[in-house]
């Protein structure tokens, strides 16, 4: 990056020196025109310099998405190596050791638990791959809503703490009309991230109910919080929340990426608002209940 940059500002000066020179040139050659080569001078130069400062930022701007690609890459291999070898480990040690039938139960357990979390990773690079492909179009129809916020916090309940940190207010019977599979990733997000980014066994509350013509559907936790400026860039994709220590938590930087996506096909939309004392609220208001 340095040489580049380097290049880059190297052959900016030599081509206004040359400009330069030869507007120079050009004035003591006809004296009598310097008033018209001094201002296409200036006009060109003003040109150039913009142009150069353009594909700087744009030079910039494609490095900078090489860079998240890439930690993208490092993030993913983590992320299914981690459960792989867990999964190996309990297998392996229920097939040499002899154990009785509630640990071979306790091990199994948890590799349906670590394969749960290889199936929502892939999930989550598969249905960012869909959504690049503009002509891509979700399968809408009607379903429960409460029943599917339901399903995600009891799941992600097991797997957060022992204590009961999950706390749903979810109106009873609410029918959306949206892509199940899609909205259901949605909901599994943006409970994992307040799960992630909040303090061992915090409380986090996530509710749903009507508001007039709208569905509002939320997710408050008291985590590290979102500042005013990443509140503008956290839907970017392979955007990580944070400080190098935060960015140590597990993830890819799609989830939020796919939520924004996904509610922009779906008549809805997402907002984020500080909680108090800390941590943040996600809501997501599904206007007509999506139809």
């Given amino acids: 990056m340095k040489k580049a940059l380097f290049l880059f500002y190297f052959l900016v000066f030599y081509a206004s020196a040359q400009l330069i020179w030869w507007g120079y040139m050009l004035v003591n050659f006809e004296p009598g025109r310097k008033g018209m ?3 296409e001078g ?6 150039f310099i913009w142009g150069a400062l353009r594909l700087k930022r744009q030079f910039k701007e494609e490095y900078r998405t090489h860079q998240q690609q890439q930690n993208f890459l490092l993030a993913v291999t983590h992320e299914l190596k981690s459960p792989l070898a867990s999964v190996k480990l309990y297998l392996q040690t229920i097939q040499k050791r002899d154990l009785d039938r509630e640990q ?14 290889l199936d929502y990773l892939v999930e989550n690079v598969l ?5 690049e492909n503009r002509s891509f179009s979700f399968p809408k129809e009607d379903f429960n809503m409460s029943e599917l916020v339901a399903d995600v916090v009891d799941r992600l309940q097991k797997n957060a703490c022992k204590t009961e940190i999950i706390k749903p207010h979810v109106e009873q019977n609410v029918i959306l009309h949206a892509d199940k599979f899609a909205i ?14 909040s303090p061992p066994c915090a409380h986090i509350e996530v509710n749903l109910f ?23 860039l956290i839907f970017n994709k392979f955007y990580r929340v944070g400080n190098e220590s935060t960015r140590k938590t597990k993830g890819t930087g799609l989830g939020l990426y796919i939520v924004k996506t996904v509610l922009q096909k779906h008549n809805a ?18 206007y007509n209940y999506a139809k």
């Fill in 184 to 197: 259901t990733n949605v909901v599994t997000n943006l409970i994992e991230n307040a799960v992630k980014y």
């Fill in 127 to 131: 249905l960012a791959t869909k959504l």
């Fill in 104 to 117: 071979q139960r306790m091990f199994l357990s948890n590799s349906l638990k670590d394969i749960e979390r």
């Fill in 269 to 286: 939309s997402i907002k984020v608002k500080d909680n108090h004392p800390s941590g943040s609220i996600f809501e997501v208001t599904f």
């Fill in 37 to 39: 080569i001094f201002g």
């Fill in 42 to 47: 200036m006009i060109f130069m003003f040109i």
């Fill in 210 to 232: 009507p508001r007039e013509n709208s569905l509002i559907f939320s997710v408050s936790d008291h985590g590290i919080g979102v500042s005013d400026e990443e509140k503008k």
